[in-house]
């Protein structure tokens, strides 16, 4: 059974940055893309981010483009969001996801964690 398990949500302020980690058990995943996602409130879940199973292709929702970083560690079956420059609209809960195949965008994905929450302050 796949297990997704993030960590490294908090508290912020405007401007300053969190370091998402992302731990997969259950089976070895190098060869699977992962991605990550945001929801808040009374929205629906929204894509952040992607990476290939080797770390060779990223993709991005654009307004986190430049701000925002994810990599991968394939020994450790782990993915990482690096957020920089944080705005209050990044405020939600932030989930990791897995896919059952090597590239995507947007999806699909297929496992989930159960998120950890980021909130900035103005």
């Known amino acids: 059974q796949v297990h997704v398990v993030e960590s490294g949500g908090g508290l912020v302020q405007a401007g300053g940055s969190l370091r998402l980690s992302c731990a997969a058990s259950g089976g070895t995943f190098s060869n699977n893309a992962m991605g990550w996602f945001r929801q808040t409130p009374g929205k629906e879940r929204e894509f952040v981010a992607a990476?290939?199973?080797?770390?060779?292709?990223?993709y991005y929702v654009d307004s986190v483009k430049g701000r925002f970083t994810i990599s991968r560690d394939n020994a450790k079956n782990a993915v990482f969001l690096q957020m920089n420059s944080l705005k209050p609209e990044d405020t939600a809960i932030y989930y990791c996801?897995?896919?059952?195949?090597?590239?995507?965008?947007?999806?699909?994905?297929?496992?989930w964690g159960l998120g950890t929450q980021v909130t900035v302050s103005p």
């Open positions: 990476i290939s199973w080797n770390g060779g292709f990223t």
């Open positions: 996801s897995v896919s059952k195949i090597r590239v995507v965008t947007r999806g699909p994905f297929d496992y």
